[in-house]
């Protein structure tokens, strides 16, 4: 069974930056997909950053620009950098992973405020 566990999440003012990560207990290598979504109260869970194995990725639009994914193989961990954060982007963020199955991490909360 795969365990993914996020961290990085807290309080942060408007224009200010936080890097969530997210630890696998297995080689991140074998995952065809990882990615990141986020959910805010009262709406839908959406995907903020989806990243193939071959290294295709694609962001949402509305943190394209501002959001940056990457990983240290060696640590079995990928990283969402978020820059110049708005209040739009308070949200429980989640890490995600694909092989055989999907599987998805607790979520680490991020609220974006004065």
């Known amino acids: 069974q795969v365990q993914l566990v996020e961290s990085g999440g807290g309080l942060v003012q408007p224009g200010g930056s936080l890097r969530l990560s997210c630890a696998a207990s297995?080689?991140?290598?074998?995952?065809?997909?990882m990615c990141w979504h986020r959910q805010a109260p009262e709406k839908q869970r959406e995907w903020v950053v989806h990243r193939l194995n071959d290294g295709t990725t694609n962001y949402q639009d509305s943190v394209k620009g501002r959001f940056t994914n990457y990983r240290d193989n060696a640590k079995n961990t990928i990283y969402l950098q978020m820059n110049n954060l708005k209040p739009e982007d308070t949200a429980v963020y989640y890490c995600y992973a694909r092989n055989a199955r999907g599987y998805w991490g607790q979520g680490t909360p991020v609220t974006v405020s004065s």
């Open positions: 297995r080689s991140i290598s074998e995952f065809l997909i």
